[in-house]
């Protein structure tokens, strides 16, 4: 993987009928009109406080069921992309209709409420999808001490001699997708600006991904990096998503 260098101010870049009938066809016409009864669907939905979420997010969904003849149990499925689905909980909403599952997402998902029916009420359902971004884990290394800035941020301090190495990891495993580094230069005035981007280094099979970058011109200022997950058109299970700042100093 080539060395990347950083440099000063750079561009960081039913009734039954008995009239006349047999006993037998009676109870047959009886049972007719019970089916004929459940044939209302009781409105039911599936609901969520935001659409996108942070990988691993406890997601509290709302199942909301409307009047029904006896039942008030509901039931859950996930189905996350690229896995089959399965039973979330079952549950029975409360006084106001409502029931509370909560579910750590890691993906995109599709969620059903299914309300099974009772004697008068046919079975209905509701779907919703959820989204969820990846999530970047960022480390840097080659650095020799710490140091805290008056504001607390705490800064990594390399010598312009040393290479920095950003060590990113996306989370779910994301082999052969894109991490891109980014870095932005502090200016006094105008405070982080001067964004770089490097381009894309391809994930290896843990999804893991180091980049070395040449510090000789950037004696003297501060900076930030992190890692960002760029998805690309086959990656249907999450969002594109960013690593936290990481702080340095370059010394002689």
């Not at 060395?3 to 006349?20: E, K, Q």
């Not at 016409?29 to 039911?44: F, L, Y």
């Not at 189905?79 to 089959?84: A, E, I, L």
Request: charged residues 20%; aromatic residues 10%; contains cysteine.
């Amino acid at each position: 993987m080539r060395l990347r260098p950083i440099a000063l101010s750079c561009a960081l870049t039913g009734t039954l009928g008995f009239l006349a009938l047999p006993a037998a066809p009676a109870v047959a016409e009886s049972t007719a009109s019970v089916h004929a009864v459940a044939t209302v669907k009781p409105p039911i939905s599936v609901s969520f406080p935001v659409t996108d979420n942070p990988y691993g997010a406890q997601v509290t969904i709302t199942v909301t069921l409307g009047p029904t003849f006896t039942s008030r149990k509901v039931s859950l499925y996930a189905t996350p992309v690229g896995q089959p689905r399965r039973l979330v909980a079952a549950g029975t909403v409360d006084a106001d209709g409502k029931w509370y599952p909560v579910y750590s997402i890691t993906r995109t998902t599709t969620f059903t409420a299914v309300f099974a029916g009772d004697a008068r009420d046919a079975p209905n359902s509701a779907s919703r999808t959820l989204r969820a971004y990846a999530r970047v884990t960022d480390r840097i290394g080659g650095y020799y001490k710490t140091s805290r800035s008056s504001s607390g941020t705490v800064y990594d301090v390399f010598h312009s001699a040393d290479a920095l190495t950003l060590y990113s990891t996306v989370a779910p495993n994301k082999h052969g997708e894109c991490l891109e580094p980014e870095t932005q230069q502090y200016d006094a005035g105008a405070g982080w600006d001067a964004d770089t981007k490097y381009g894309c280094d391809k994930l290896d099979g843990k999804s893991h991904d180091a980049a070395p970058f040449s510090l000789s011109r950037a004696v003297g200022d501060r900076y930030r990096i992190r890692g960002d997950y760029l998805r690309g058109s086959a990656d249907t299970a999450n969002l594109n998503a960013q690593g936290p700042w990481l702080y340095f100093i370059v010394t002689k």
